[in-house]
């Protein structure tokens, strides 16, 4: 069965640390791979997608995620984080041409000021 | 405002009771979505539509059903069937239900069981 995998539960950091939250997923075909985010409060959105091109791919709030096909994995990756970063992020695949989305379990990033 | 609404924020069921989530958007979109979300388990399909009148199975449906009967609504029903109906609901639109779409969420139901 398809999976998707999220490497940590629960992240802590300080102001101004880098993060960086590991995704694979077990499938040998054709993805699309996306990124949400749930702020506190807030409705779950999107933070950026890949579907072809370059495998780098940046969304908002400085966020980017790389593709690495080799590895089945699309890691997000933001160089010095906000308090406002907290929140709880999804990794999520799309296998096929419809737009059945396999999510990961999710990681809840706590940034302390 | 464009956007998904849900109602209501919390429901309650009890046992052998059937209760219906309830979905709209105003995006147009012809595509809808239910998904259940359980602590430390992500979101997981409960249904999907890309259409007027036509729905299918997700992951997870059994103890579930749906109808769509108008494109901007798109209600749940969870069955007395689903034993543990006990979670956070979210549904989702997009433009066309392929798979390179945004899917855009509404704020969710939490359901509890007395």
């Known amino acids: 069965a398809q999976s998707v995998s999220q490497h940590n539960h629960h992240v802590i950091l300080s102001e101004a640390a880098s993060l960086e939250l590991g995704c694979n997923y077990s499938y040998g075909g054709t993805v699309n791979l996306f990124w949400y985010v749930q702020y506190p409060g807030q409705h779950l959105q999107l933070l950026l997608k890949?579907?072809?091109?370059?495998?780098l791919v940046k969304g908002i709030k400085g966020f980017e995620a790389e593709f690495i096909k080799s590895k089945f994995s699309f890691n997000l990756r933001k160089p010095s984080v906000q308090w406002s970063d907290t929140a709880e992020y999804f990794c999520a695949v799309a296998t096929d041409s419809w737009g059945k989305l396999q999510f990961g379990a999710g990681t809840q990033v706590v940034v302390t000021p | 405002d464009g956007g998904i609404t849900q109602s209501p924020k919390y429901l309650f069921r009890k046992e052998g009771q059937n209760v219906t989530l309830s979905c709209e958007q105003n995006l147009n979109h012809d595509a809808m979505y239910w998904y259940r979300q359980d602590p430390g388990q992500g979101l997981r399909l409960i249904y999907y539509s890309q259409i007027v009148n036509d729905f299918q199975k997700g992951d997870i449906a059994e103890g579930y059903s749906v109808s769509r009967e108008k494109k901007e609504s798109f209600p749940l029903t969870v069955t007395s069937a689903q034993k543990n109906p006990t979670a956070f609901y979210l549904c989702a639109s997009s433009i066309a239900g392929t798979s390179v779409e945004t899917q855009y969420f509404g704020p969710g139901t939490r359901l509890l069981v007395l």
């Open positions: 890949y579907f072809s091109g370059d495998p």
